[in-house]
């Protein structure tokens, strides 16, 4: 394993990246059988959601190793990233990260896994640049909140972003994550709430606003309407809403992971990796 810097758009990116094990290495594994051996060789790019950072895909690192190049980024301000200076952290914005360490890394073609907020990152660069994704995996992304009505909104959405910019915003975010921790494992729901204690202001509330803005159905079309993308969805159990992805876009091929919260690569980090690595596997 290695730990990187590389040189983003708006400041130095923090970046683990665990090379794939050579063929004669007592680390290699054979791919599954069946398994395309050029898919199988697809490197792996991980992109957590808010207040995470790299270490949260501690088992999908692990399970790739000496099977596939694995790489996951701190986003910016998070982890060991710089804050950008603008406080853009617009999915596009951050978007433009992911597509820096991939030149950097001299990663063409990838298999890109993004998570909650993360999965709209990963949505932006596969709609981008479909040409650099060659398959996509969206674990539990956000429902497609730009499609709820105006009205509903406007009951809902402007005095939730009025209590982010309130002096007390801390405890309305905290109150947010607490709820997406429903069914959580006690390790995770610690860990959650102990970042999201700590997590800026204008990282809270700016992502926060673009979560609510962001065209995720959009998005994913433009992806899909690539030759040969391919897009998937791993999902907790409560994720079964009327503007969830996965029922917006039937096309979206999903599983769902029983027992977990919204975070569940750390409720149930080996089931995770096991469902991540069948479908990258699967013709």
Not at 16 to 33: E, I, K, L, N
Not at 250 to 264: E, I, R
């Given at each position: 394993?290695?730990?990187?810097?590389?040189?983003?758009?708006?400041?130095?990116?923090?970046?683990?990246?665990?090379?794939?094990?050579?063929?004669?290495?007592?680390?290699?594994?054979?791919?599954?059988?069946?398994?395309?051996?050029?898919?199988?060789?697809?490197?792996?790019?991980?992109?957590?959601?808010m207040v995470g950072h790299?270490?949260?895909?501690?088992?999908?690192?692990?399970?790739?190793?000496?099977?596939?190049?694995?790489?996951?980024?701190?986003?910016?301000?998070?982890?060991?990233?710089?804050?950008?200076?603008?406080?853009?952290?617009?999915?596009?914005?951050?978007?433009?990260?992911?597509?820096?360490?991939?030149?950097?890394?001299?990663?063409?073609?990838?298999?890109?896994?993004?998570?909650?907020?993360?999965?709209?990152?990963?949505?932006?660069?596969?709609?981008?640049?479909?040409?650099?994704?060659?398959?996509?995996?969206?674990?539990?992304?956000p429902r497609d909140f730009?499609?709820?009505?105006?009205?509903?909104?406007?009951?809902?959405?402007?005095?939730?972003?009025?209590?982010?910019?309130?002096?007390?915003?801390?405890?309305?975010?905290?109150?947010?994550?607490?709820?997406?921790?429903?069914?959580?494992?006690?390790?995770?729901?610690?860990?959650?709430?102990?970042?999201?204690?700590?997590?800026?202001?204008?990282?809270?509330?700016?992502?926060?606003?673009?979560?609510?803005?962001?065209?995720?159905?959009?998005?994913?079309?433009?992806?899909?309407?690539?030759?040969?993308?391919?897009?998937?969805?791993?999902?907790?159990?409560?994720?079964?809403?009327?503007?969830?992805?996965?029922?917006?876009?039937?096309?979206?091929?999903?599983?769902?992971?029983?027992?977990?919260?919204?975070?569940?690569?750390?409720?149930?980090?080996?089931?995770?990796?096991?469902a991540l690595e069948a479908?990258?596997?699967?013709?």
């Amino acid at each position: 394993m290695r730990s990187l810097t590389i040189a983003g758009p708006a400041g130095a990116l923090h970046v683990v990246d665990h090379p794939a094990a050579g063929a004669d290495s007592p680390a290699g594994a054979p791919p599954a059988a069946g398994a395309d051996p050029a898919r199988a060789a697809l490197p792996i790019v991980l992109v957590h959601g808010m207040v995470g950072h790299a270490g949260f895909w501690e088992a999908p690192l692990a399970h790739a190793s000496g099977r596939r190049r694995a790489v996951a980024i701190d986003l910016r301000g998070h982890g060991a990233s710089e804050p950008p200076a603008d406080a853009d952290y617009a999915p596009s914005a951050c978007a433009a990260d992911v597509l820096a360490v991939l030149d950097a890394l001299a990663l063409p073609r990838v298999a890109l896994v993004g998570h909650s907020y993360g999965a709209l990152v990963a949505l932006a660069a596969a709609a981008a640049h479909p040409e650099r994704v060659g398959r996509l995996v969206l674990a539990d992304p956000p429902r497609d909140f730009s499609q709820v009505p105006a009205a509903a909104k406007a009951q809902h959405f402007t005095p939730y972003i009025a209590a982010l910019e309130a002096d007390g915003w801390r405890d309305t975010a905290v109150a947010t994550f607490d709820e997406a921790l429903a069914g959580s494992a006690p390790a995770t729901r610690e860990t959650v709430l102990s970042r999201a204690a700590v997590v800026p202001h204008d990282r809270m509330l700016g992502m926060s606003r673009h979560l609510l803005e962001f065209e995720a159905a959009s998005a994913l079309d433009r992806y899909l309407a690539a030759p040969g993308a391919r897009a998937h969805a791993i999902l907790a159990p409560s994720n079964a809403w009327p503007l969830s992805l996965h029922v917006l876009r039937p096309a979206l091929t999903s599983v769902v992971l029983p027992g977990t919260s919204h975070w569940l690569m750390l409720d149930a980090p080996s089931a995770f990796a096991a469902a991540l690595e069948a479908w990258l596997d699967a013709p």
